[in-house]
Nanobody
Framework: QVQVVESGGGLVQPGGSLRLSCAAS???????MGWYRQAPGKQRELVATITSAGRTTYGDSVKGRFTISRGNAKNTVYLQMNSLKPEDTAVYYCLFGTPGAGYWGQGTQVTVSS
């Protein structure tokens, strides 16, 4: 059984930065990893993904501000978030695999507010 755990969320002022971390137990090597988010009243949306080869994709609203990376341990992934805006407020979820057949974490709350 694979378990996925996120950490690093919190309250930050507009323009600030946060770094989210995610780690999975079990055999999830050589797999695409990603971050998604869901704001109140909205659908879950893609933030960023990274393949086992290091290829990255980003949602349009975070391009140039967020960076996804894989850790030295194969089962870890990070999301560096800079220049945060109030509209980035959401629960951020980590995914190992694809949305239809992967392993989701429980989510970590990110709140951007002054």
């Amino acid at each position: 059984q694979v378990q996925v755990v996120e950490s690093g969320g919190g309250l930050v002022q507009p323009g600030g930065s946060l770094r989210l971390s995610c780690a999975a137990s079990g055999s999830v090597f050589s797999i695409t990893m990603g971050w998604y988010r869901q704001a109140p009243g909205k659908q879950r949306e893609l933030v960023a993904t990274i393949t086992s080869a290091g290829r990255t994709t980003y949602g349009d609203s975070v391009k140039g501000r967020f960076t996804i990376s894989r850790g030295n341990a194969k089962n870890t992934v990070y999301l560096q978030m800079n220049s945060l805006k109030p509209e980035d407020t959401a629960v951020y979820y980590c995914l190992f695999g694809t949305p239809g057949a992967g392993y989701w974490g429980q989510g970590t709350q990110v709140t951007v507010s002054s």
